[in-house]
């Protein structure tokens, strides 16, 4: 059985990775940390120090999971999937042997739309020529604020079906924004007891730069103390577009 997601823009998730670390500001309130936390603290198996040697640490140290690789092919239903939200695939921990196999799961199930999201995008960008992309497969960078707009530049490498941003937590005006081939914008604020409020202008802005260069807009939350405090509404619209075709 998938794994069932409650995040507004995917329909399950799968984690044949997990664990990361800090990379930039928009990792400081890291909701995969704390449920990590809470799930080794349950008995999961994937959140306990396991002896992995790509293991940094207990819990969330990095760990590659190989027996998790089948599950997307015992789906019996296609959906959409987020790969690794409890990781970031592109972690310098995960050798590339491992992302080749994930990658050859996602092209052995078409049937499946998988979505990746990374904010290591050097790495990716390096990566690019040596991994075959499939049709099915969406890559995003994490955009925080201004102080990351490289990320964009690096995805900008990748020969994705998709091309997306993940403009969440959003911690800083974005505006002037080069969104050329990129296919999908996600926006949002964080969540939490430490959550960082967001600006309204600053919401507005990525919103105005994708309509302005057609590109879908997904507004996923406003953020609070919990991720359905303040709504989803942005100028009192619902922003749920979506990709409906693949960038070459």
């Keep these: 059985m998938a794994d069932k997601s409650s995040i507004e823009w995917t329909e399950a998730t799968w984690n044949p990775v997990t664990g990361c670390d800090r990379v930039s500001a928009g990792c400081d309130n890291c909701y995969a940390l704390t449920l990590s936390k809470r799930l080794k603290a349950m008995g999961a198996a994937k959140y306990q120090n396991d002896g992995n040697p790509v293991t940094s640490g207990p819990g969330f140290g990095v760990t590659i999971h190989p027996l998790a690789l089948d599950q997307p092919r015992k789906w019996r239903n296609p959906r ?105 914008v996600i926006a949002g604020g964080e969540s939490g007891a430490n959550y960082r409020p967001m600006e309204l202008s600053w919401a507005r802005d990525i919103r105005d730069a994708c309509n302005a260069d057609s590109v879908p807009f997904f507004f996923k939350q406003w953020g609070g103390r919990t991720p359905k405090a303040m709504g989803r509404l942005l100028d009192g619209e619902l922003w749920d577009e979506m990709p409906t075709t693949a960038l070459g």
């Design 80 to 184: 959409v999937v987020f790969v690794n939200s409890m990781s970031d695939l592109f972690h310098a921990k995960v050798p590339i042997g491992f992302v080749r196999d994930v990658f050859d799961v996602m092209r052995e199930t078409p049937q499946h739309t998988y979505q990746i999201l990374t904010k290591r995008s050097l790495r990716l960008s390096r990566m690019a020529d040596k991994i075959e992309w499939p049709e099915n497969v969406w890559m995003g960078v994490s955009v925080e604020n201004s102080d990351h707009l490289d990320r964009v530049d690096h995805l900008r490498d990748v020969p994705a079906a998709v091309r997306f941003l993940s403009c969440e937590p959003l911690l800083g005006s974005l505006k002037g924004i080069d969104l050329s081939d990129v296919g999908w």
